[in-house]
């Protein structure tokens, strides 16, 4: 599939528009594969391939946390530092009404609500990292410095 017949996510439009330099890269998706999948389709070790994870506090107010997709966040960890009693992923249908993506598309670029982001600390070590793009099959490659920069992730230490 090339760039030019399929069209563009809400993601990709804005790293567009706030001018990141990423590249496109598609992949056969398979449900349930996770990153592994997306990491052995791009012959990339999976510590690069970052997953969005939509998730709430005890007051249900939704969150988006970028983890390494060898790794699972400590909720507990993550609570702890938000100060909240309890953080908990969101049911599938609940990420996608926070961010207009399908489950296995989901993108921290251009959802629909404004959430907080949290970022694990060492995904800024990496040169490059793949994320998605808005689209089951779709990840974008880039700086992770570039992350930083348009979304301004709080950078916490919860990856287990």
């Known amino acids: 599939m090339s760039r030019d017949k399929l069209?563009?996510?809400?993601?990709?439009?804005?790293?567009?528009?706030?001018?990141?330099t990423f590249t496109e890269h598609s992949y056969k998706y398979e449900d349930k594969g996770g990153t592994?999948?997306?990491?052995?389709?791009?012959h990339v070790d999976e510590h690069s391939v970052i997953k969005t994870l939509v998730?709430?506090?005890?007051?249900?107010?939704?969150?988006?946390?970028?983890?390494?997709?060898?790794?699972?966040?400590s909720t507990k960890d993550l609570a702890r530092h938000m100060g909240v009693k309890r953080v908990t992923p969101c049911a599938p249908g609940t990420a996608q009404k926070h961010t207009g993506?399908?489950?296995?598309?989901?993108s921290?670029?251009?959802?629909?609500?404004?959430m907080p982001v949290y970022m694990e600390e060492t995904i800024v070590d990496i040169p490059r990292i793949y994320i998605n793009?808005?689209?089951r099959g779709l990840l974008v490659g880039l700086d992770p410095h570039e992350v930083?920069?348009?979304?301004?992730?709080?950078?916490?230490r919860v990856g287990i």
Request: with cysteine.
């Open 101 to 106: 993506y399908l489950v296995g598309g989901i």
């Open 55 to 73: 998730m709430e506090d005890d007051a249900r107010h939704p969150l988006i946390v970028l983890m390494h997709g060898d790794m699972e966040v």
């Open 133 to 135: 793009g808005g689209r």
């Open 108 to 114: 921290p670029f251009g959802t629909r609500r404004s």
């Open 36 to 42: 592994a999948v997306c990491a052995r389709e791009l």
């Open 7 to 20: 069209p563009a996510t809400p993601a990709i439009r804005i790293l567009r528009e706030k001018g990141l």
């Open 148 to 156: 930083v920069r348009l979304l301004v992730p709080t950078q916490v």
